[in-house]
């Protein structure tokens, strides 16, 4: 399965497919097969025009990514490795087509399958898995970001019932939600609702004039007295360990996802500085050109090695949430440097839609500062290396 590419290199330098299962290399083609025919022909076109696909949602479905790793009530049941693999492929196709797998998936559909009462489970996760339903994940608001607990939203008892009022801020594809997953403040700490977007007092309104993540949706939420029946409170989540279970999901598919970014943008630098001749040379003759390449091989290496052994430790059970911040802090600041010195090999060729690097890079930007920014992984690794928190 190793690649090789017009100029001999191998994609694959230390021979990291060696490692995974036939069933796991089946599952990577059908989902790079899927990028190829419905992404990567399209991408330039959304992002310029900053355009969600939707018509992509059934098609991912047939394609079992959404809500790959859940068992039962009709989703994949499919492994952490799988998922990451699925996760790295759609992100060399675009940041903000993993984005929506993972904020259904990973975020929504994981709330419900991880603290939702079988009623709850039966009612949404298969519909979502078939892509009938789309889910949204409501933490972040506008003043409490990386600092969830601070949260100013809501949600009061009134008499059988609950009135969640506050405003959500950057909240993946809310507009075009069926139901949003909210977490409100409660007399009894913090709590999780699911919210049927169309319900009155609930408006979601997309975020516009983004600079990152242009082929998917943000958007901010307002909730004005949303009234939402008892049965509505997810029973299994209480307090700030109900939405950080979900994050630790997401997190753990960014880990692959930002070297499948990288992996694009090396790929596509490496075929350029073949063919592109300046002083009457193939850019890649140069050793200044070969160094940049030689570095980013290696990163992106040791970068999906990380993602495998953490998804082995995930498929083992024996995964820790330091390990998550080690991956997700490591992976999102290489990639991020991989895609930009990608660019500087196009010229300036490089600063236009053509190239997916400088587009890369500009939505990596996003995943760097989403699901806990570098400084909050780092302070979680500093916690777990000194036993001292310098989160205040
Ligand atoms: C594209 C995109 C999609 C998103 N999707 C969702 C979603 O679906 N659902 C959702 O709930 N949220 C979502 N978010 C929100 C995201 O999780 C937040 O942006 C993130 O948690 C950071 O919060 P903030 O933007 O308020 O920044 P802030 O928390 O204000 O941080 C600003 C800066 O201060 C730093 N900082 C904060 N605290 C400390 C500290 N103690 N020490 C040192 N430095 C610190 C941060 O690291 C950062 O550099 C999304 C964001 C983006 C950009």
């Excluded at 009530?73 to 952490?80: D, F, I, T």
């Excluded at 809310?174 to 997953?181: D, M, R």
């Excluded at 490496?270 to 940049?292: I, M, N, S, V």
Aim: aromatic share 6%; net charge negative.
């Amino acid at each position: 399965m190793t690649t090789t590419t017009e100029t001999g290199g191998s994609l694959d330098l230390l021979g990291i497919d060696s490692l995974l299962s036939a069933e796991e290399l089946q599952l990577r083609s059908r989902v790079r097969g899927f990028v190829d025919s419905e992404i990567r022909p399209n991408i330039a076109g959304w992002y310029d025009t900053a355009v969600f696909p939707l018509e992509i949602v059934p098609k991912m479905a047939e394609l079992g990514l959404l809500g790959m790793h859940i068992k039962g009530y009709g989703c994949p049941g499919r492994s952490a490795v799988e998922y990451g693999l699925a996760a790295m492929e759609l992100e060399a196709g675009d940041s903000g087509l993993r984005t929506f797998v993972s904020v259904q998936g990973s975020l929504a559909m994981s709330a419900i399958a991880k603290h939702g009462s079988e009623e709850q489970k039966n009612e949404w996760l298969p519909r979502m898995a078939a892509g009938e339903a789309i889910g949204c994940f409501g933490l972040t608001e506008p003043t409490a970001g990386s600092d969830p607990g601070n949260m100013l939203t809501f949600a009061r008892r009134d008499g059988a019932d609950w009135v969640i009022s506050g405003a959500k801020r950057w909240i993946g594809l809310a507009s075009v939600a069926q139901v949003a997953v909210i977490w409100a403040m409660t007399d009894d700490g913090v709590r999780g609702f699911l919210v049927p977007t169309g319900t009155p007092g609930f408006k979601a309104t997309a975020i516009t004039q983004k600079l990152s993540m242009r082929a998917s949706i943000q958007c901010d939420i307002e909730l004005t007295d949303v009234r939402v029946p008892d049965t509505a409170m997810l029973p299994g989540a209480k307090g700030l360990r109900g939405p950080f279970e979900c994050l630790n999901e997401a997190r753990y598919g960014i880990i692959w996802g930002a070297m499948g970014a990288a992996r694009d943008s090396y790929e596509t630098v490496l075929a350029y500085a073949g063919e592109r001749l300046q002083f009457d040379k193939p850019l890649a003759g140069y050793q200044l050109t070969q160094e940049k390449l030689v570095n980013m091989a290696l990163e992106i290496a040791k970068g999906t090695l990380l993602a495998l052994q953490i998804g082995r430790l995930k498929d083992a059970g024996q995964l820790q949430k330091h390990q998550i911040s080690a991956g997700k802090l490591n992976n999102c600041r290489e990639a991020i440097a991989i895609c930009r010195e990608a660019r500087t090999i196009l010229g300036g060729n490089g600063i236009t839609l053509d190239y997916s690097p400088l587009r890369h890079a500009a939505n990596l930007e996003s995943v760097r500062t989403y699901e806990g920014t570098d400084e909050v992984h780092t302070l979680i690794l500093g916690q777990h290396l000194t036993g001292i928190q310098a989160f205040r």
